[in-house]
């Protein structure tokens, strides 16, 4: 009796979690980049240019974003430099598929090369999957690193008559509908495989009070106290029944892998391997140089949410230059908006003391700068313009806050 009590809340909390989470997962409005650290965001990749075609779509219809991301040369010493990458989407499910991605001009099917400095002009076009109201954003996924999200957009899809269907054309002439090809097959053939691992795991894990056989595992005390190679079957903890059993179940999976095997070989006799198409994006094109600059410090008011970065900018053109922006991670503060560069303007041939104050409540709200924590830097990319040419220099400072204030980060 005392073991059904102990037991009871922990079976409660498990059902409770699975009814919170399965309930929860109709729409995400976020997709973990507040998560991450700080430093994590604005000293790996910044987002540039990125726009979304359409925000409403039916079932089958088109969206196409495209933009460009950057990994930054002040990559942190932290992570392991960046090698191979993955352009892809984030969105609270499979809602949209994706069709058709092109990485400077290279059709890019699966991941690339990439390094630190490194500027990916992107394509993807997605068609809408499902009816919803969702939230997609541009994802670059580095090896060793993780997913570095882009901007984000809102994007409803209307349903359509039949639905959708994700029709592809096989090297045979054959159309599919990969949403719907082999499913009876790989539902059968996993609910058995299923089957047998629930099986097991009731054998080996339920006590009889529950409903089990066994005692092994809840019984752990006595399990460790005998020697690795006793099985117990003079205290009754492991018996013939248990080796028939195990042996039973060992054998249905031999049975039910091989008869897999076989069913293969009948329908799919010709198979491709997985293809690795790798490949180093071509560097893109650069405009002319007419901009120099570097930061020195960045200073944090916790309170009005604002940054202060103190630099120098050169402008070694023959025309004026203007202060654009500034990209940080996935966000754009532009100049007479969230940004208010002192002075803007910087004449051909001068170096001048520049001060750009950045107000935004994103800086609190998105935990770009959490405080208390063992790297609080700035990075990013200086957007400057001139004769209608951009260069973007990529920046770096370390930031002082005006109080720690450790619950708001």
Sequence with gaps: MRHKKGVAPLLLVLILGLMLALGAGGVAYAHGERAQEGFLRLKTAAWQDVQFSTDKVKQGEKVVITGKVKLLEVWPGTLDPPETGYLNVSASGPHFILK???????????????????????????????????????????????????????????????????????????????????????????????????????????????????????????????????????????TKADHKVSTLIMVLTLVLLAGGWVVMEMNWPVRLPQQVLRFTPERLAQPPKFAQASTRKALYNVDTDTVVLEGSATNIGSQPMRVVAVNAANMTFEQGKQLVADPAVVQPGQTVALKMTIKDEAWREQRLLPLGRSEMGIGGLLIFESGGVRNAITIEAPVTPNKFTYGRG
């Excluded at 699966?110 to 994802?139: C, D, I, N, Q």
């Design 100 to 238: 058709d991605r092109v990485v400077n001009g290279h059709e890019a099917p699966a991941s690339f090369v990439v390094g630190k400095g490194g500027e990916y002009e992107f394509k993807m076009v997605l068609e809408g999957r499902t009816p919803g109201y969702w939230h997609v954003h541009p994802t670059i996924y580095v090896h060793h690193t993780g997913g570095l999200v882009g901007p984000g957009q809102w994007i409803t899809v209307e349903a359509a008559p039949g639905g959708y269907k994700n029709m592809v054309t096989l090297m045979n002439g054959t159309s599919i509908d990969l949403d719907r090809y082999g499913f009876r097959w790989v539902f059968w053939f996993s609910s058995a495989g299923f089957i047998l691992g629930m099986w097991w795991m009731v054998w080996w894990t339920l006590p009889p009070a529950l409903g089990g056989w066994h005692r092994t595992v809840t019984n752990v005390a006595v399990t460790l106290a005998i020697p690795v190679n006793d099985p117990g079957e003079d205290i009754g903890l492991i």
